[in-house]
Nanobody, 116 residues
Framework: QVQLVESGGGLVQPGGSLRLSCAAS????????MNWYRQRPGKERELVAA????????NYADSVKGRFTISRDNARNTVYLQMNSLKPEDTAVYYC?????????WGQGTQVTVSS
């Protein structure tokens, strides 16, 4: 079955960086676009970044453009989110997501806290 396992979250100071990873299994990874979402405290879950199957097309939320980079390694079945210049408002649980045949698949999430 489809499994998405995020890692790489933690506590970081404002201006710092983190790299999130999402290890995927149970499906043909290279056949699917992949996405990162986040849920900030008291807010609805929101799309942060998306990447096409081959990684040629990437899209970002306005709030993270120029600071975050999504990438993927189809040989390792892994999608990444490089987060630079982190701000306190980036504090959230970050989730890996894909949809297949009308079914939504989510990872368990990884907590990112940006605080001094």
């Amino acid at each position: 079955q489809v499994q998405l396992v995020e890692s790489g979250g933690g506590l970081v100071q404002p201006g710092g960086s983190l790299r999130l990873s999402c290890a995927a299994s149970g499906f043909t990874f290279s056949s699917y676009a992949m996405n990162w979402y986040r849920q900030r405290p008291g807010k609805e879950r929101e799309l942060v970044a998306a990447i096409s199957r081959a990684g040629l097309s990437r899209n970002y939320a306005d709030s993270v453009k120029g600071r975050f980079t999504i990438s993927r390694d189809n040989a390792r079945n892994t999608v990444y989110l490089q987060m630079n210049s982190l701000k306190p408002e980036d504090t959230a649980v970050y989730y890996c997501y894909l949809t297949s045949r009308g079914i939504d698949y989510w990872g368990q999430g990884t907590q990112v806290t940006v605080s001094s």
